[in-house]
């Protein structure tokens, strides 16, 4: 707790856009709210005084995409009684993940030329690969519904819904036309759900940037895909475009592409 | 007094992670160096072999307070490559999410994160217990930014209806009217803070640079028309490379723009020095309220340029309205195929000029891909700044210099996640 009674929070960025970080500014009709609620203690992107912790709650968005990064999100775990993800590149490691799957040493040298050595640059990876992440909102970028969904829940210290299911699901409630059946590559009966099918409900594809749904049936979205002309390698870059941790998970290395 | 050191790690109440390391001997200024110390990001890497259709949406996920610029800019590019035409109403509806940007964006920066350095707050959320109506103020005009943003690309942050050929869904005449409106209602909101700005008091500073943004000759321009500078020239935007040169400091990861050894300055006090004769009468007015005299060299002027710049956008938005509101907004489904080809597309994203440049091959699968952020057009420009201001400034204590350091630095509104995916070494 702050000096004020309320849970003190600390707000940080890894390498990545700050789209969440500024997702969480955009809630302008509850910004006033939550601070109301809780004490800022840290937030670099927004304030000038910063304190170096201990935090009740720490919001970590961005990817861990350099070794420095390690340490500090170590650091940060270390001081933060609850931390949690926020955005596909803390979940999933994000879009930039694509990175992952080239040799490093050549892009560097495409982007920076022969003078590259002070670039330094490791494989992209989410937050729980290095700490342990008590929650964690994904998206790209996170949905502002599910982090004030999340604030009042932890300051009234219960457990922060979360949707079971996929977009596929929400997609249908809303009464959408499909667009698997237009022929379109959507990869919403295997997505995790919370952002309402924002994507389909405005006539673009799922491209999957929340993460895999609990329990989805992979292989039967692989068929579909396939069935409507995706080629193998289409189908493999659906499944980690946002998520590339999806790469180390069993069920991705089981998959017949 | 001997060898000190000024170190901001972590310049806060900017966009990203940058630092400012400042040497001085014997009171005298000896080095500047600013570092982007933001994770190398590869965009311009890993964009090669992706598909013309997805580029832009992988692009836009350079910056989130950019997202809207990149988008389009980088459609644009792909759209150049493959001879892609638009009509009217895609043309207008990207103008509108645009709009939508500058205002989300410059209010963002001029009064959330530059307004409390005038007022002596570390942040805004203090400084809303002072000034409780403006920060209000600022909320609702924000917003309004999201919302047209949201109404036109589906999303405030990575848009999503966005394609190359045109759009996967239109908002509808109605909601457009609704929006008009809300802009109308804002005009009081926007000129509360023109007002306040006009009673704050600005840091005086000035070094004459190279100002550079897009001119067109029937608007003023933030998107398409020619590159140009305040010190005369003009020319296509293919042409960039030639007026826009970078150099690699090696404690860097950005790039830093250069032109024939010096700095440049793009953004809005840019763009208002260039094109200050096409000035919108609701900007002309905001001009005239906060007094400044163009062209104006004082860096500090960014932030209220911003504001200019603003009321210049609440005019061009309620025309793009009307444009589309007399057009059927009937939807179709934008067709493109593949071909091969090279596109250069440049554009005014609010914090400065954006470039995208790409190759294609025959299938449609990016080759190369070049990307200029504004910050790292902005990069020399700054440690030149820092070394102008410095004998101002290095009478007072470590930490009033320091303050004064960040707000010079903030007032560019650098976006470090930008910078820091340079363009190709050649």
């Known amino acids: 707790m702050g000096d004020n009674g309320k849970p003190s929070v600390g707000i940080f960025g890894l390498t990545g856009c700050a789209g969440c970080q500024l997702n969480i500014l955009n809630i302008e009709d509850h910004l006033l709210d939550i601070l109301n609620l809780v004490d800022i203690t840290t937030w670099v992107m927004a304030k000038q005084e910063n304190s170096e912790g201990p935090w009740d709650v720490a919001f970590v968005e961005g990817s861990v995409a350099k070794k420095s990064e390690i340490e500090r999100v170590k650091k940060i775990r270390e001081k933060s009684g609850v931390l949690v993800a926020i955005g596909a590149c803390a979940t999933h490691g994000g879009l930039p993940g694509l990175r992952n799957f080239r040799d490093i040493s050549e892009m560097t040298q495409i982007v920076y030329g022969e003078n590259n050595d002070h670039i330094d640059a490791i494989p992209i990876k989410p937050v729980s690969a290095y700490v342990d992440v008590d929650y964690e909102l994904p998206g790209c970028p996170m949905e502002k519904t599910e982090f004030l969904e999340i604030v009042k829940s932890l300051v009234m210290g219960k457990r922060p819904y979360s949707a079971q299911y996929s977009v596929c699901g929400e997609c249908k409630a809303l009464e959408n036309i499909c667009l698997l059946k237009e022929g379109k590559f959507c990869m919403g009966p295997v997505t995790q759900a919370g952002c309402n099918a924002l994507c389909p409900s405005n006539g673009a594809v799922c491209e999957g940037c929340r993460g895999p749904a609990p329990e989805a049936n992979w292989a039967a979205e692989v068929k579909i895909l396939k069935k409507i002309g995706a080629t193998p390698e289409d189908v493999r870059r659906k499944f980690l475009k946002y998520c590339p941790s999806v790469a180390e998970m069993p069920e991705f290395k089981e998959l017949e592409f | ?426």
């Open chain 2, 1 to 426: 007094m001997g060898t000190e050191s000024i170190d901001i790690k972590h310049i806060a109440r900017v966009e990203g992670h940058g630092s400012l390391y400042v040497t001085t001997k014997d009171g005298e200024l000896v080095d500047v160096k600013m570092a982007v110390d933001e994770g190398a990001r590869l965009f311009e890497a890993f964009l090669q072999g992706r598909e013309y259709t997805e580029v832009p949406e992988i692009a836009c996920r350079i910056c989130a307070i950019c997202s809207a610029s990149h988008r389009v800019v980088s459609t644009k590019a792909v759209e150049k490559a493959m001879g892609i035409e638009v009509d009217q109403q895609v043309t207008d509806l990207r103008r509108l999410l645009i709009w939508g940007e500058y205002i989300e964006s410059h209010i963002l920066h001029a009064l959330y994160l530059a307004l409390p350095d005038y007022v002596g707050h570390e942040s805004v959320i203090s400084a809303a217990a002072d000034f409780p109506d403006v920060v209000k103020i600022a909320l609702k005009l924000k917003k309004l930014g999201n919302d047209l943003q949201i109404l036109t690309g589906g999303r405030e942050v990575h848009q999503v209806t966005p394609m190359i050929g045109g759009f996967s869904a239109y908002p509808s005449h109605q909601d457009l009217e609704v929006l008009r409106e809300r802009l109308q209602d804002a005009r009081s909101d926007l000129q509360v803070c023109l007002d306040v700005w006009a009673g704050l008091e600005e840091p005086q500073f000035e070094r004459e640079t190279d100002y550079f943004a897009l001119r067109r000759d029937d608007e003023y321009a933030l998107v398409g028309g020619d590159l140009a500078s305040l010190s005369g020239v003009r020319a296509p935007v293919e042409d960039y490379k030639k007026y826009i040169g970078e150099r690699i400091p090696e404690y860097s990861f950005a790039k830093a723009g250069i032109r024939d050894g010096h700095g440049i300055f793009v953004g809005a006090l840019a763009r208002l020095n260039i094109n200050r004769d096409l000035l919108s009468p609701f900007a002309k007015s905001a001009l005239k309220t906060l007094g400044i005299d163009l062209p104006s060299y004082n860096t500090f002027h960014n932030n209220a340029a911003q504001l200019i710049e603003t009321a210049q956008v609440f005019d061009m938005a309620d025309a793009t309205i009307s444009s589309l509101l007399s057009s059927d907004l009937e939807w179709h489904e934008p067709e493109t195929t593949p071909k091969a080809g090279k596109g250069t597309a440049m554009t005014e994203a609010p914090r400065g000029s954006l470039v995208h440049s790409y190759e294609f091959n025959k299938n449609g699968l990016l080759k190369t891909a070049d990307i200029i952020a504004p910050t790292t057009m902005n990069y020399t420009n700054m440690e030149e700044d820092v070394r102008a201001l410095f004998p101002q400034i290095a009478g007072g204590s470590k930490e009033s210099i320091e303050l004064m350091l960040n707000r010079l630095i903030r007032a560019y509104d650098p976006c470090i996640s930008c910078s820091c995916h340079v363009a190709k070494v050649r």
